[in-house]
């Protein structure tokens, strides 16, 4: 998508905030623009490409004078009065704001309030070259501003500039005249661009009548944030450290700078709207991107999978740029050998230099991993389709068939299957760390392909079943339910914050649930489960909930271990918030949501962005010093959609990877 389409896709998420909240609009940076906001309820800037220092300024402004409702949208270089003027009353804003400090002047009028276009016009404070100007030139079209807002009135006839003004009023109809037709042949054109587009693009419809818009303006602004600090002190690099404000890296990205934020984030930064932001991550991507040069040492198939096939095939899916599919193509054909071992069983990690594969050393005598080898499928099988390249559906098939036809112990799915000769490995189950993402794609990859592949749906029914019957709990006295993990037979019973996500699983399931008894039966899971994660948020010092927690004599849903209390930017937990605030609209998600956001503010944010703490329950906080790439492609995501209307990536149109990569539902 070219960045016109964008800067018009903003255009269209503005005009309607301002048309539904009748809101005052400011064209920052404008000392004007200031004077214009200070009468508005709900502002909006909107700014031009270069004038970066000055728009800060005046956002900073506005935000000292108590305005926290603030979206500002950066949009090109010119861009922000055209897009105003097309997109608003019809009315020109005179047409010279995008060049002049105009912006009170033009925001005044937009809010149809002449005496405060007149304050903006005689602005005296105008703290700039440009500022002056602006004020000038106001002064020398006040005279002329009654017309124009009598005109936005519907009043053209009666005013008092005589023949002259007149004049300016046809000038004005014929303008809007124009207007309508080019709103039409706008209107039109992205009609049909939508036909060859399938599904729409989603942007969020503005003003759904509760506060949900400041919510999700907040979750932009600190997505914002949080990218550019990653791309001031460690572009390139996998991931941020944020108080020593330098590139991080993890172990499953082995020892070569990746660039696996700018990945991650890039859909987010789409769909968010943060068009600059998302056209640097795109031509990193594009200039940079490439494994076969930047890769160093093992890497993790799996996370290579999830974070970045994922990510650039949703980018591929949003955009339909041949750029991200020819990249997602190339990074999978160098997986490719970690799949081609014996029975074809994946291994876990590959060294792409020299195309060697293998296992973690620690894992059951180096097995393979259930949540690993069985979370590949909605890629490799979404890039044949793409490609038309069979070659990468049939490696997963033969997995699938394998596991298929293996016997599983009471119905249940070991973590650990040994790649050599195709046997279970020590008997763990678990429905967090290792197994988590399993599950999810048996009922995605049924989502996904149109609910054509019953085989998946049908195996995610029998092994729910299992994990219901052996490993759901209700602890004592206040009945939360959870899921414990099996060591054998021993009974765990402890919850990840990983295993959280499941809450999302059995809502999407329920969802798409013929049969309304279980529909009922599996949405009532998904409730308690949200209830449960949320009950160990709330016992924690900073509203956010540790890595695990348990259930014991004296605790419930609390975190017993020192290893167990960190939290590391995770979002299985908002995760099925979302969901669930999706398909039962109950408030209390929305809230819940929004308390995550205020703790992330309040405790996880530091001076170069957001870092995982150490120990929940501990304030004041010792971070990590660490921002996952994950905040990115997940939390900020869910978060930002909690508060978007349903139409923003719609759940019958895409389904999400277990990154938060969105792919396309495929009805044919
Ligand atoms: C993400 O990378 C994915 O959600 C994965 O499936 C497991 N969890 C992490 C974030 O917690």
């Keep these: 998508m070219d960045s016109s389409t964008i800067d018009q896709m903003v255009s269209v998420e503005m005009a309607l905030a301002l048309r539904q909240k009748q809101a005052s609009y400011v064209d920052a940076p404008v000392s004007g623009g200031v004077v214009g906001a200070q009468n508005?309820?709900?502002?909006?800037?909107?700014?031009?490409?270069?004038?970066?220092?000055?728009?800060?300024?005046?956002?900073?402004?506005?935000?000292?004078?108590?305005?926290?409702?603030?979206?500002?949208?950066?949009?090109?270089?010119?861009?922000?009065?055209?897009?105003?003027?097309?997109?608003?009353?019809?009315?020109?804003?005179?047409?010279?704001?995008?060049?002049?400090?105009?912006?009170?002047?033009?925001?005044?009028?937009?809010?149809?309030?002449?005496?405060?276009?007149?304050?903006?016009?005689?602005?005296?404070?105008?703290?700039?070259?440009?500022?002056?100007?602006?004020?000038?030139?106001?002064?020398?079209?006040?005279?002329?501003?009654?017309?124009?807002?009598?005109?936005?009135?519907?009043?053209?006839?009666?005013?008092?500039?005589?023949?002259?003004?007149?004049?300016?009023v046809r000038d004005l109809e014929e303008r809007r005249r124009h207007q309508v037709e080019r709103d039409k042949s706008f209107l039109r054109a992205r009609a049909e661009n939508e036909v060859q587009m399938p599904p729409p693009i989603p942007k969020p419809d503005i003003g759904a009548g509760d506060d949900a818009d400041g919510r999700r303006i907040t979750v932009k602004q600190m997505t914002k944030f949080a990218w550019d600090?990653?791309?001031?002190?460690?572009?390139?690099?996998?991931?941020?450290?944020?108080?020593?404000?330098?590139?991080?890296?993890?172990?499953?990205?082995?020892?070569?700078?990746?660039?696996?934020?700018?990945?991650?984030?890039?859909?987010?930064?789409?769909?968010?709207?943060?068009?600059?932001?998302?056209?640097?991550?795109h031509k990193w991507i594009e200039m940079n991107l490439d494994f076969k040069r930047l890769a160093r040492g093992d890497i993790s198939v799996f996370e290579t999978n999830i974070r970045f096939v994922g990510g650039l095939l949703s980018g591929y899916a949003l955009t339909r740029d041949e750029m991200y599919l020819k990249k997602a193509t190339s990074i999978v054909d160098l997986l490719l050998p970690a799949l081609t071992h014996q029975l074809g069983i994946p291994l876990a990690l590959i060294n792409i230099v020299s195309g060697k594969a293998k296992n973690y050393g620690w894992a059951s005598g180096g097995a393979s991993i259930l949540s690993e080898f069985g979370s590949l499928e909605l890629e490799f099988d979404y890039l044949s389709n793409l490609t038309g390249n069979d070659i990468y559906r049939n490696k997963i098939k033969t997995v699938?068939?394998?596991?298929?036809?293996?016997?599983?112990?009471?119905?249940?799915?070991?973590?650990?299957?040994?790649?050599?000769?195709?046997?279970?490995?020590?008997?763990?189950?678990s429905i967090g760390a290792m197994a988590d993402s399993f599950y999810e794609y048996l009922l995605k990859q049924y989502l996904v392909t149109g609910k054509k592949d019953t085989r998946t749906k049908k195996e995610y029914n029998e092994a729910i079943e299992a994990m219901e019957k052996k490993m759901l709990f209700s602890s004592s006295p206040s009945n939360l339910k959870y899921f414990a993990n099996l060591k054998g037979s021993r009974v765990e019973h402890k919850m990840e914050h990983l295993g959280c996500f499941c809450g999302g699983m059995f809502a999407l399931d329920a969802f798409n649930e013929p049969n309304a008894t279980r529909a009922r039966h599996y949405m009532d899971?998904?409730?308690?489960?949200?209830?449960?994660?949320?009950?160990?948020?709330?016992?924690?010092?900073?509203?956010?909930?540790?890595?695990?927690?348990?259930?014991?004599?004296?605790?419930?849903?609390?975190?017993?271990?020192?290893?167990?209390?960190?939290?590391i930017l995770r979002p299985e937990v908002v995760e099925t918030w979302f969901y669930l605030w999706r398909f039962t609209k109950d408030q209390k998600y929305r809230d819940w949501a929004w308390d995550v956001v205020q703790a992330l503010e309040k405790h996880l944010k530091v001076e170069a962005g957001y870092s995982g703490v150490k120990d929940v329950y501990q304030v004041p906080v010792t971070h990590d010093d660490t921002q996952q790439s994950f905040l990115f492609a997940e939390l900020f995501k869910y978060l930002y959609l909690i508060f978007s209307e349903d139409s923003v990536m719609d759940l019958t149109q895409w389904v999400f990877n277990t990154e938060a990569h969105p792919f396309p539902v495929r009805n044919s």
């Design 40 to 168: 508005a309820t709900l502002t909006f800037m909107v700014g031009g490409g270069d004038e970066q220092p000055v728009f800060d300024r005046a956002h900073t402004f506005l935000s000292k004078m108590g305005k926290n409702i603030v979206n500002w949208w950066k949009v090109g270089n010119g861009q922000a009065a055209k897009i105003c003027n097309n997109m608003m009353l019809g009315i020109s804003m005179i047409g010279v704001s995008e060049t002049m400090n105009l912006g009170g002047f033009g925001s005044a009028l937009m809010a149809k309030d002449l005496s405060l276009a007149q304050n903006a016009a005689t602005d005296t404070h105008a703290p700039t070259p440009l500022g002056s100007m602006a004020h000038q030139i106001c002064k020398s079209f006040s005279s002329r501003l009654r017309v124009a807002v009598a005109h936005s009135h519907g009043e053209v006839h009666d005013h008092e500039d005589g023949d002259k003004s007149h004049v300016h």
């Design 229 to 281: 600090s990653y791309k001031k002190y460690a572009w390139g690099s996998n991931e941020l450290k944020p108080i020593s404000k330098k590139g991080h890296s993890a172990s499953i990205f082995g020892s070569g700078d990746l660039g696996a934020t700018i990945v991650d984030a890039l859909d987010t930064l789409y769909i968010m709207g943060l068009k600059e932001e998302y056209e640097d991550a």
């Design 400 to 429: 699938r068939d394998f596991l298929t036809s293996l016997e599983k112990p009471d119905g249940l799915y070991p973590i650990y299957l040994n790649p050599n000769n195709g046997k279970w490995g020590q008997r763990e189950y």
């Design 525 to 567: 899971l998904a409730k308690d489960i949200g209830h449960t994660c949320h009950e160990s948020y709330r016992k924690s010092a900073i509203g956010i909930g540790p890595e695990a927690f348990r259930f014991t004599n004296d605790v419930e849903a609390v975190a017993v271990s020192s290893q167990e209390k960190y939290y």
